[in-house]
Structures are given as structure tokens and as C-alpha cells.
């Protein structure tokens, strides 16, 4: 029985998305520019890097429904992805990307069935483990943009702008806390 299924990871997926969305909305244009040290993306380019993560699934697990990777021509995705990432794009632009590449991938997603998911895919020799599940693959470009939303989270501190999560989880506690002292003044 498996009990995460491609509905649940589509839904996973969109609210990935959505808090990607969110924070890129939150950062000034005039910021985008900005990178953490100089060898790192800046923020622009870690958006459009995260906007185009989905294609490189795609392209294994949907274009070529591949069953191995011995021979997928991983520096050439890679140098697309690289030089896309590079193109000058207005913070509308690069917002509509990660809407749109986001919505085609976790619609996609939505389509998936348990048996694909299933399926195992070979490792190029000398890699551990020698096969991975799609569903294993496939959840990894989720985890993928999280962990570059931490990024950029830990960017908008530097900014000075609080990330929404925290805003979010600040504006729960204060009103969990106004509730307390008004259940307590109540019983004195």
C-alpha cells in the first residue's frame, strides 16, 4: 500500500511553489541582483533556477521515460539550465515563470499512477544506491526547491525583510497569546 501518492505529492508540491511564490514577491526587484558571496546565484538567478528544476524531471521521467541514466547527458541539461538561468528576466517575468513551470509540473504530477511511481530507475555504475524509485527521483525536485527557498529565506535576513513563514507563525503566537490573557483576566 503506499500512502503518499502522486495527489498528495502534486499538493506538496503546490504549496512548495506557493512559499517560493511568496518569497520572491517579498524580495524588492531592486534586490534581485543581490547575491550572499560572489561565487553564489543571485537572487534572480536562484529563482529561475528553481522555476526551471522541474524540466530536468520532466525531461527524464515524462519526455524520455527513462529507465536508466547510463548515458542521459547530464552536463548538456545542466549547461541549458545555466545559461537560462543567466538571462536577464523583470521580477513579473521570473514570478510567471515559477508559476507557470510550477503549475505544468505539479499537473503532471497529479497524473502520475502508484505503478509508476513504482518504478525503478538505474544509477550510473558507482552510484549508491544502484536504483532509485521515480517517486524517490521525483520527490527530490520538491526537496530540491526547499532547500534553495532556505536560501533565499536566510537572504531576505539579510535584506532585513522577515521571511512570511516567520511572520506567519509570529502573527499564531501573538494572537494564541491575546487569547491566554483574555481567558485569564476573564476568570479573575
Keep these: 500500500m503506499n500512502y503518499y501518492g502522486a495527489k498528495d505529492l502534486a499538493a506538496s508540491f503546490r504549496t ?3 512559499n517560493t511564490m511568496t518569497v520572491a514577491e517579498d524580495i524588492g526587484e531592486q534586490h534581485y541582483g543581490f547575491r550572499a558571496t560572489p561565487e553564489t546565484r543571485t537572487i534572480a538567478q536562484t529563482l529561475v ?40 528576466r523583470t521580477k513579473e517575468q521570473i514570478v510567471a515563470l515559477l508559476k507557470e513551470n510550477g503549475d505544468r509540473f505539479a499537473n503532471w504530477l497529479d497524473t502520475l499512477t502508484d505503478e509508476f511511481l513504482g518504478e525503478a530507475v538505474a544509477m550510473p555504475p558507482g552510484m549508491t544506491p544502484a536504483s532509485k524509485t521515480r517517486f524517490d527521483m521525483i520527490l527530490s525536485t520538491k526537496e ?30 501573538a494572537q494564541m497569546q491575546a487569547a491566554a490573557s483574555k ?6
Design 49 to 88: 533556477h528553481i522555476a526551471l528544476s522541474p524540466k530536468f524531471t520532466e525531461q527524464i521521467h515524462a519526455v524520455e521515460r527513462r529507465t536508466t541514466l547510463v548515458g542521459f547527458d547530464f552536463p548538456a541539461l545542466m549547461g541549458k539550465m545555466v545559461a537560462e538561468e543567466q538571462t536577464p
Design 16 to 18: 512548495v511553489r506557493k
Design 183 to 188: 481567558a485569564q483576566a476573564t476568570r479573575q
Design 144 to 173: 530540491h526547491e526547499m532547500h534553495h527557498r532556505g536560501q533565499l529565506m536566510l537572504v531576505e535576513r539579510m535584506l532585513g525583510i522577515v521571511p512570511h513563514l516567520t511572520r506567519d507563525m509570529q502573527a499564531r503566537m
